[in-house]
């Protein structure tokens, strides 16, 4: 299996057809994405095997977005499932990839650590020191993709993600939760004070 050049593959294509409208789902937040799954997988134990896998999807996981804005999870599956049998990948391989990708869907439905892995890394901003910055990108990309949000509605929004968001990996819920909280405090601050 010639992950590295499967993992080449992807990132080549996501540089050359992504949309000029995607603001949040760039090739910044794929390669945040794998630096992310990366680490947690180190901090989770995860085998020699599995991080081969969760790094594939994870390279992988937003790469129908260069198709089409809505279902890309489901785009990004056929894309793997096309691309990686050129790079060694057993049909196996292929499908627990998918399962990883689809794992990602909001809302987030990991089975089994791996998966729990890829969701915290796709979201991790959510306790990140710049969730501000990478929260405002998400709305611009929303807006031009046709939803159109004012201030109040991105902060009620984004209340509500944070409220009913929870992460999984236990180095999430030690180190990401408690920083997410305090995202969540400050937004509610704001919308107590009237808003944005």
Request: proline fraction near 3%.
């Amino acid at each position: 299996m010639e992950d590295k050049k499967a993992i080449d593959y992807v990132l080549r294509k996501l540089q050359n057809e992504l949309p000029d409208n995607l603001r949040y789902h760039s090739m910044e937040h794929t390669l945040a994405v794998l630096h992310s799954a990366e680490y947690l997988a180190g901090k989770e134990g995860l085998a020699d095997d599995e991080i081969v896998l969760l790094l594939t999807a994870a390279a992988y996981h937003d790469s129908g977005f260069t198709v089409a804005y809505k279902s890309h999870e489901e785009i990004g599956c056929k894309i793997a499932a096309e691309a990686l049998p050129q790079f060694g990948y057993s049909d196996e391989q292929i499908k627990v990839i998918q399962s990883l990708i689809m794992a990602t869907k909001i809302p987030q439905s990991p089975s089994n650590k791996v998966e729990k892995v890829l969701c915290d890394a796709d979201l991790d901003y959510l306790g990140g020191d710049n969730y501000g910055e990478i929260s405002d990108s998400l709305r611009d990309e929303l807006g031009l993709n046709g939803i159109v949000l004012s201030a109040e509605e991105w902060l009620n929004i984004q209340i509500k993600f944070l409220e009913n968001h929870h992460y999984w990996t236990d180095f999430a819920l030690k180190v990401l939760k408690p920083r997410k909280q305090l995202v969540l405090d400050r937004l509610k601050r704001e919308a107590a004070s009237g808003g944005a």
